[in-house]
Every structure is written in structure tokens, then in C-alpha cells.
């Protein structure tokens, strides 16, 4: 029988891509996110690859347990097993921490902590019972690196670097393999759904241009680029994988953390002190 895969924020980006790498890999696919259009974008890219992958779309919004606890019930119900659990669905965020609303902080850490924990909760009663199945964490270099002007950013992805690391201690003898994956910029089209703060709506709107240019920069690594790190996780049995330049990232941060941080803050201050 055809492994199963379940994917939060399999809509666009990173998810989609990796929602077509294990399709082609003759995975059954349990898809979800909050647009039902984008949704079923992907279910028929997945469709017009010509295999019989099973694909079930869910619309769920990660931050509300009870949406996440029906969309595990249906992928169970539907496929009867699950394998491996993608917890992908995040938003970027960045400014000036002072301009960060609690609205914001709760948005950011709703969804890339809060969602996390729901799927795992929820998913791992199963995983448990038939003492296997894998889980994957999409972290970020932010998780590895304490960048300025990422504040709440850095906050929700160090807390599930944490979160991948106590699992894996905890999980390993039972069986679950967790594995933490760490991309540096990806060139999705995050910047769309991404909170921009700063001193004014200029210093916002300059923040988010800069993004902008750094995502369109050709040596940008690619949401396809993430979709193989996770492929090779999952394959591998790998509790981490740092996505191409995120190792030189992390190992810079490591040997000039002071230097590093120095160059950050020139680089993200814009209209900041
Ligand atoms: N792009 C980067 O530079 C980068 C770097 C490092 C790490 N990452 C991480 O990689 C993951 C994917 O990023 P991406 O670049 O592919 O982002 P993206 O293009 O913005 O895609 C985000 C996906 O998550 C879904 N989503 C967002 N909020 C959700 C919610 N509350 N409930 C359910 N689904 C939700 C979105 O679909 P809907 O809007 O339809 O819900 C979409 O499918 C994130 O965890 C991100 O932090 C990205």
C-alpha cells in the first residue's frame, strides 16, 4: 500500500512543491490550508502527473485545534493510516519590534508555534499506537540565528527548533522519527501573506521593497530546493537537514556572532536608530 503524507500549508510555496515531490514519489497526499481554490490548484497539478496518487484537500486554519483535530479525524477516516506529518504553514514577519502589536505576536506565534503543536497533538495518539511514523518541522535559519527586526519571527521558530529537538529525544525510542529542517530565504511568494512593522508606513513599506529584492535575486534558493531537503529527511531518516546556505549562515553566526549581528542590524535597520 501507497505511503501516506500529511501537509499543513500545501497551498503555495514550499508545501506545494513538496506536495509534488512525494506525489512523484507515489505517496497519497493529504493536503491542507485556509484557500480551497489554491487547494485544488494543486490536487489537479498533482492529477495531471498522471499517477493515482489519492489526494484529499482539507481547509483548515492551523491556529484552531478543533480545525486541526478534524482535518487529522478525515486524513485518518480517509486513508486509514497516516506516514509522515509536514508541519509547514508559517507567516514571515519583521520591523521594528516597538511597532509589533500583541495582535501581531499572537499571528505569528499562533501559527508557526500553535500550529505545529496542534497537528502533533492531535497526529501522534496514531503514530504512537502503531509505533512508527515520521514528523517534519519546517524551522528556518531564524531558528538557528537570533536576527534583529525578526523578533516574534525568531521567537516562534527558535521555540520549534526546541520543540523538533525535545521530540526527538523523547520519540526516538518509540519509534517516531522527527526531523527539523532549516532553509534560509526561500524565493516563495510569502512576502504576500508576511507582516511588514517599522517606524512609519514608508520604513514598513521600505522593509518589505528590500525582501523584494532579495527574493528575486537568482541565487535565491527555491521552495524546490526545500521539497529535496525534506525528501532527503524523510528517506534518510535524518533528524536535520539545513537547507544549502543556511549552513554557511549558521557556521558564520557560530565563529562572529557579535560580527554577524553587527552586519544584520546595518543591513535591516532602514529608518532605525
Ligand atoms: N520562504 C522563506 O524564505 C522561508 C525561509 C525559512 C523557513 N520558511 C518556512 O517555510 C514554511 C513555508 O513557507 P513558504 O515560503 O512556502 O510560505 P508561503 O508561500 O507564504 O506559504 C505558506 C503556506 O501556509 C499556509 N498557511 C498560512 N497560514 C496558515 C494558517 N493559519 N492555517 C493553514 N495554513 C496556513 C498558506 O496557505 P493559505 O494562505 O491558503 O492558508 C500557504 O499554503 C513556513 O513555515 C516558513 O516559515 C520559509
Same mark, same amino acid.
Do not use: K, L, M, R
Given at each position: 500500500m501507497a505511503p501516506t503524507i500529511l501537509i499543513t500549508g500545501?497551498?503555495?510555496g514550499i508545501g506545494k512543491q513538496t506536495a509534488l515531490l512525494f506525489a512523484r514519489k507515489g505517496y497519497n497526499l493529504a493536503l491542507a490550508a485556509r484557500s480551497d481554490e489554491n487547494l485544488q490548484t494543486v490536487a489537479q497539478e498533482i492529477k495531471n502527473l498522471g499517477r493515482d496518487n489519492d489526494v484529499l484537500t482539507v481547509v483548515c486554519d492551523v491556529r484552531d485545534s478543533e480545525q486541526v483535530k478534524t482535518l487529522v479525524e478525515k486524513a485518518l477516516q480517509h486513508?486509514? !493510516? +497516516?506516514?509522515v506529518l509536514v508541519n509547514n504553514a508559517g507567516i514571515f514577519a519583521t520591523g521594528t519590534?516597538? !511597532?509589533?502589536?500583541l495582535d501581531d505576536w499572537h499571528t505569528v506565534i499562533d501559527t508557526n508555534l500553535w500550529g505545529y503543536i496542534h497537528t502533533i497533538n492531535a497526529l501522534l495518539p496514531h503514530f504512537l499506537e502503531r509505533e512508527t511514523g515520521t514528523i517534519v518541522n519546517i524551522s528556518s535559519i531564524g531558528g538557528k540565528v537570533p536576527t534583529p527586526y525578526l523578533a516574534a519571527y525568531c521567537t516562534s521558530k527558535f521555540a520549534v527548533t526546541g520543540l523538533t529537538e525535545a521530540l526527538q529525544a523523547e520519540l526516538k525510542p518509540k519509534g517516531i522519527q522527527v526531523c527539523g529542517i532549516y532553509p534560509n530565504v +526561500?524565493? %516563495? %511568494?510569502?512576502l504576500e501573506r508576511a507582516i511588514f512593522r517599522g517606524k512609519d508606513e514608508e520604513d514598513a513599506r521600505k522593509r518589505r521593497e528590500q525582501l523584494g529584492q532579495v527574493t528575486n535575486a537568482p541565487v535565491i534558493e527555491k521552495p524546490k530546493d526545500v521539497a529535496e531537503a525534506i525528501w532527503d529527511a524523510v528517506s534518510n531518516q535524518k533528524s536535520e537537514v539545513m537547507v544549502g546556505s543556511a549552513n554557511f549562515s549558521q557556521t558564520m553566526y557560530r565563529l562572529f556572532p557579535a560580527l554577524m549581528q553587527w552586519v544584520s542590524r546595518q543591513a535591516l535597520k532602514n529608518k532605525d536608530k
Open positions: 500545501a497551498s503555495q486513508f486509514g !493510516n +497516516i506516514d519590534v516597538e !511597532n509589533f502589536s +526561500i524565493a %516563495s %511568494s510569502f
